[in-house]
């Protein structure tokens, strides 16, 4: 059998093919940018804490690689820990939905600092801020994606001292990237891990449980 072939099989193909799913991340992407303008009243969540806190172009780099990160990550789960996987992609998708569904009522903003500087970072700021324009923010798509890696990890059967570092430590500088790069506030982020937190009791504790207490009961009745 052929290398080409090898690869090729069947089965092969077969264990490959949930990576698919991840095809539903251009469609998200996609929507982003529909939302991602002003329609209605934009509203500001800026604190005392976002005035106070520096605005560090540096942080763009980690910044910018979010969805590298997000995607290195998931394709981890894939093949180390599955059930994570399918977590992740179910979890991802229904929480971006939610905050897309947020931003239709409820659009704030985030007061952008001006760049000066030819530097790599400084270029690379300005870059994305001609991107991404300074809506859609509560809460923030790059904490709640970020912050979701680290909880899917928490309570994965492959969990070790070394991804543990790799993975909380790499989603907390995301997450910190936010607000250094003046793209979200405060409430933008504790929005995120609470959207994570209620997404994960409803679908992942709460409906299992549900479902599964409804077929004890039709099993009961078909017992009787």
């Given at each position: 059998?052929?290398?080409?072939?090898?690869?090729?099989?069947?089965?092969?193909?077969?264990?490959?093919?949930?990576?698919?799913?991840?095809?539903?991340?251009?469609?998200?992407?996609?929507?982003?940018?529909?939302?991602?303008?002003?329609?209605?009243?934009?509203y500001?969540?800026v604190?005392?804490?976002?005035?106070?806190?520096?605005?560090?172009?540096?942080?763009?780099?980690?910044y910018?690689?979010?969805?590298?990160?997000?995607?290195i990550?998931?394709?981890?789960?894939?093949?180390?820990?599955?059930?994570?996987?399918?977590?992740?992609?179910?979890?991802?998708?229904?929480?971006?939905?939610?905050?897309?569904?947020?931003?239709?009522v409820?659009?704030?903003?985030?007061?952008?600092?001006?760049?000066?500087?030819?530097?790599?970072?400084?270029?690379?700021?300005?870059?994305?801020?001609?991107?991404?324009?300074?809506?859609?923010?509560?809460?923030?798509?790059?904490?709640?994606?970020?912050?979701?890696?680290m909880?899917?990890?928490?309570?994965?059967?492959?969990?070790n001292?070394?991804n543990?570092?790799?993975?909380?430590?790499?989603?907390?500088t995301?997450?910190?990237?936010?607000l250094?790069?003046?793209?979200?506030?405060?409430?933008?982020?504790?929005g995120?891990?609470?959207?994570?937190?209620?997404?994960?009791?409803?679908?992942?504790?709460?409906?299992?449980?549900?479902?599964?207490?409804?077929?004890?009961?039709?099993?009961?009745?078909l017992?009787?």
């Amino acid at each position: 059998m052929s290398i080409r072939t090898k690869w090729l099989s069947r089965e092969r193909l077969a264990f490959f093919a949930p990576l698919l799913l991840m095809l539903v991340f251009p469609v998200l992407g996609y929507l982003y940018k529909v939302f991602n303008q002003p329609d209605h009243e934009v509203y500001s969540l800026v604190t005392s804490f976002d005035k106070a806190t520096p605005f560090l172009r540096a942080f763009v780099l980690p910044y910018s690689v979010w969805i590298v990160y997000i995607y290195i990550c998931l394709v981890y789960f894939f093949f180390k820990d599955r059930t994570s996987y399918y977590r992740g992609v179910l979890m991802y998708t229904l929480c971006a939905l939610t905050c897309y569904m947020i931003y239709s009522v409820f659009q704030t903003t985030v007061p952008r600092p001006e760049v000066i500087g030819d530097d790599v970072f400084s270029q690379l700021m300005r870059y994305v801020y001609e991107r991404d324009r300074p809506f859609n923010c509560f809460p923030s798509i790059h904490c709640f994606s970020s912050y979701l890696m680290m909880r899917l990890l928490a309570v994965s059967p492959a969990r070790n001292w070394l991804n543990r570092t790799l993975i909380y430590g790499m989603s907390s500088t995301i997450i910190m990237s936010t607000l250094f790069v003046k793209q979200h506030v405060l409430w933008d982020v504790i929005g995120a891990i609470a959207l994570v937190e209620v997404m994960y009791l409803l679908v992942i504790v709460l409906l299992p449980r549900a479902i599964g207490s409804r077929q004890r009961q039709r099993q009961r009745g078909l017992d009787a």
